[in-house]
């Protein structure tokens, strides 16, 4: 008998693996998750608390238009409600975009080590992914632009990046946009943007203002803390949102994560706290890090990418001996960085334990 078949070029896309997120430990101890990039101090306790509430209704349809969530996003960065579009996690807007934009015979373009998300939406969309090198870890606005060609339809450029942690300034965002055709669109995927405290750095707003051809998307997953509800959100001109609005779920965005994204927004207190903490930590864990011998580029977010003098046998050595001890990071084998692991900011207590067990396990290597 004959099984339905996937279209061709479906079975070639080798499916994103997300950081570890348990392990078996026989000792009973605490697991601490440095893996996927969460916010050390957890959501804020209205947001909990509305979502608690929301939850007692979630017996009905939630607003299809996320209304009070666009217009809550609007007050807070002073945008149209109206060129917003809310959506199932960020990576929702990721995978559609290219489904609208690119196809057969199309290219999307990314940097070298952008976001493991990237090459499957293309994919998955018919387009081929193109990648343009990286310099030092960073985005370099000139390859970016030579690998464009006539068949280019999108360019993703993740300001600040994952996993490398780099950032490049708004003159060289607005470089990379002025230097792509009117025809291409330029997704500035700004999931970090709230950790970021440099003055030359800006999400991607004035350029969304001022184009008919660029968007911007947000996430709530990160310093907001709310990975699990999946709520991001774009900003786009009003072309591009008519378009999504089009494809995307009738209801993609559930009642829960509506309200409590919508509470987080009005928890300033909580956003400084939780920027603060990363702002204390992120420096104490690169220097402490490089102290014992380990290369950390300069990072701009809530991880680092820790790279091993033996290369990818240490970091994978190294991976499996931080598992051991209860305490999960991300081997970065499958974004091309195989002698490096992504570590994101914890606890104090749970940065403490990280770091012993780094200098333990250098020490014995």
Known sequence: MNAPAPRAGILDIKAYVPGRS?????????????????????PSPRAVEAAQEAAAGVVRYPDG?????????ARRWDLDPERIVCSNGSDEILQLLPRIYAGPGDEVLYSQYGFAIYPIAALAAGAAPVTAPERAFRVD?????AAVTNRTKLVFLANPNNPT???????????????????????????????????????GAELVHDSTNTVMTRTFSKVYSLA??????????????????RV???????????AAATAALDDSDHLQRAIEHNDRWLPEL????????????????NF???????????????????????????????????????????LDDEMETLIDGLTRFMDET
């Open 22 to 42: 348990s392990v078996t430990d026989s000792q009973g101890r605490r697991v601490i998750k440095l893996s996927s990039n969460e916010s050390a101090l957890g």
């Open 286 to 301: 690169t220097r402490r890090l490089k102290a014992i011998g380990l290369d950390v580029p300069e990072s701009v977010v």
């Open 165 to 203: 942690g780099s950032v490049i300034p708004a003159s060289d965002v607005a470089r990379l946009r002025a230097g792509l055709p009117d025809h291409v669109l330029l997704v500035i995927d700004s999931a970090y943007a709230e950790f970021v405290t440099r003055d030359d750095y800006r999400a």
């Open 248 to 258: 995307r779920g009738p209801f993609n965005v559930n009642a829960v994560g509506q």
């Open 141 to 145: 606005v000139e390859a970016m632009l």
């Open 228 to 245: 699990g509800l999946r709520v991001g959100w774009m900003y786009g001109p009003p072309a591009v949102v008519d378009a999504f609005h």
């Open 65 to 73: 238009s996320a209304l009070d969530l666009r217009e809550a996003i």
């Open 304 to 346: 680092v990418l820790a790279r091993f003098p033996g290369g990818p046998s240490q970091a994978a050595a190294a991976e499996r001996f931080l598992a051991s001890q209860a305490i999960l990071v991300r081997d970065l084998g499958a974004y091309g960085i195989p002698d490096g692991l992504r570590i994101n900011i914890g």
